[in-house]
């Protein structure tokens, strides 16, 4: 009997052990999970790319087989993130029936749709490149399996070449083009032609909003490039100039749900050739494209975003760019903002929504400006109004943050209060005392009339005056 038992027990544990080896989410986890991790998302916060909404996984099943196979070193992007790392190679550990299980399950989980796997498929990727004895690299796996178009908000897009030396944009309606072809990707690219120099080109088609409201869209070229949208022009670039960020411009169009005729313009001089174009709503975190390239810059410093903190306001004491070097920003509750100029001595701008990045400054002591993180922003002034004998004193903060900037003018000292008032609203209180008594009477201007309602503030000594600015 025991003799009996033994044997069962066996045999039990031998088919357990078949079972669990045959599992797909149990032998993911069991040779991937350490790195990319049980959910997909890359172990230890993140310092791992991505298996879970990877553009990788879609398009053909061999690059994710001969990734498995011979692994891969270098340089790699998921998800609009670079990664650094190698994965060593499974070829020589995993034979075709784990491989086939493995990927099936990376595939198909996490919200995944990428293709699904055949054996014969990975026995004919392992013949395929037997003789590879090293990694992969981005690079090459890209040449080889391209990773597939994303579809864009363009429809029935046309493309128009002309030829021409312009240095702005033409009137194209004086000009005949030398064709025009249909653009059935969606992708505004520049390399339909193979031409360097001296050439235009202009698409028509349509932008499909998927719901009514603003869209944001940005614009960077080499050399000009114009964006028109239900028959306005949104945004320009003229003239001959490089594509290096210093040109690149955004703005605002409120779209209709469905169609709107979309047109765009690109002109060409000599040496370096370049559009970018992208696209986004307010409910977006990033821009998407409508051309091969990103116009924007990849960052080299991470997001540090400052919000203010249980109903506290939060201050940045670095260079924000619409102000001068020593500007102090201040982030209100409620996504309201200020940064005050110390050289000039009075607030320059307010914006609306998030208050700053300050990834920029707090990252090995980045330099440059930093623009305001919010979307809509209002430049009150960038001149001294005060008398040239009127030095900035520093600032005094109340229990909430909340900020009185200090400047003596002689013997007198104006005081310079903000604090966030009714919602979206931030209210201004200028008061000025002497010892002596003796000040005149001082027209301190306010900024934007659209914002505040009034352009000047009367203020006698003593009398404090306070004034509310709305930030819509």
């Given at each position: 009997?025991?003799?009996f ?106 919200g995944?749709?990428?293709e ?7 026995r ?33 897009l ?62 960077d ?6 964006i ?37 313009e690109?002109?060409?001089?000599q ?7 992208g696209?986004?709503t ?6 998407d ?50 940064a ?32 305001p ?56 209180t ?11 009477v001082m ?9 505040t ?9 003593g ?10």
């Amino acid at each position: 009997m025991t003799k009996f038992l033994s044997a069962a027990l066996t045999i039990t544990i031998a088919l357990s052990s078949q079972l669990l080896a045959n599992d797909p989410e149990q032998l993911y986890n069991l040779h991937c999970g350490a790195c990319h991790g049980a959910d997909g998302q890359g172990a230890t916060g993140g310092a791992f790319p991505p298996l879970a909404g990877s553009e990788w996984v879609h398009g053909t099943p061999k690059r994710s087989i001969a990734i498995l196979l011979n692994g891969i070193h270098g340089p790699i992007e998921v998800r609009k993130k670079t990664y650094n790392l190698e994965m060593p190679p499974q070829g020589d550990v995993l034979d075709d029936d784990k491989i086939t299980a493995i990927l099936n399950y990376v595939h198909t989980s996490w919200g995944n749709k990428g293709e699904t796997f055949r054996r014969d498929m990975v026995r004919n990727v392992r013949a395929e490149f037997a003789d590879r004895k090293t990694h992969w690299t981005a690079p090459e796996l890209l040449k080889l399996f391209p990773l597939p178009v994303k579809e864009t908000p363009l429809k029935n897009l046309t493309s128009q070449i002309y030829l021409g030396k312009w240095d702005k944009i033409p009137e194209f309606s004086k000009l005949k083009a030398e064709n025009i072809e249909e653009e059935h990707d969606g992708i505004i690219d520049i390399s339909i032609t193979p031409l360097k120099e001296n050439f235009a080109l202009v698409w028509q088609g349509e932008f499909f909003a998927e719901n009514a409201g603003t869209y944001e869209f940005l614009l960077d070229a080499d050399d000009a490039a114009r964006i028109s949208i239900n028959n306005q022009p949104i945004l320009t670039i003229d003239g001959l100039g490089p594509m290096n960020g210093s040109r690149a411009k955004k703005a605002s169009a409120t779209l209709k749900e469905g169609s709107n005729p979309i047109r765009i313009e690109y002109l060409q001089g000599q040496a370096n050739l370049g559009l970018s174009i992208g696209w986004k709503t307010k409910e977006m975190k990033d821009w998407d494209l409508l051309t091969p390239t990103s116009p924007l810059p990849k960052k080299k410093y991470p997001d540090i975003f400052l919000t203010p903190d249980d109903n506290k306001t939060v201050i940045y004491r670095n260079f924000i760019k619409g102000t001068s070097p020593r500007a102090i920003g201040f982030g209100f509750p409620g996504n309201l903002n200020l940064a005050y100029s110390a050289d000039n001595l009075a607030p320059e701008i307010l914006w609306s929504g998030p208050f700053i990045n300050a990834g920029l400054h707090w990252t090995d002591r980045g330099q440059g400006f930093q623009e305001p993180a919010g979307e809509t922003v209002f430049k009150l002034t960038d001149k001294r109004f005060l008398p040239e004998n009127a030095k900035f004193k520093g600032y005094s903060l109340d229990p909430n943050g909340n900020p009185t900037f200090n400047i003596s003018i002689g013997d007198a000292t104006l005081t310079d209060s903000w604090k966030p008032g009714e919602t979206g609203t931030l209210i201004r209180t200028l008061s000025i005392v002497s010892p002596t008594g003796v000040l005149p009477v001082m027209e301190i201007p306010t900024g934007n009339a659209k914002i505040t309602g009034s352009e000047t503030i009367t203020l006698t000594s003593g009398t404090p005056a306070t004034i509310t600015y709305t930030l819509k």
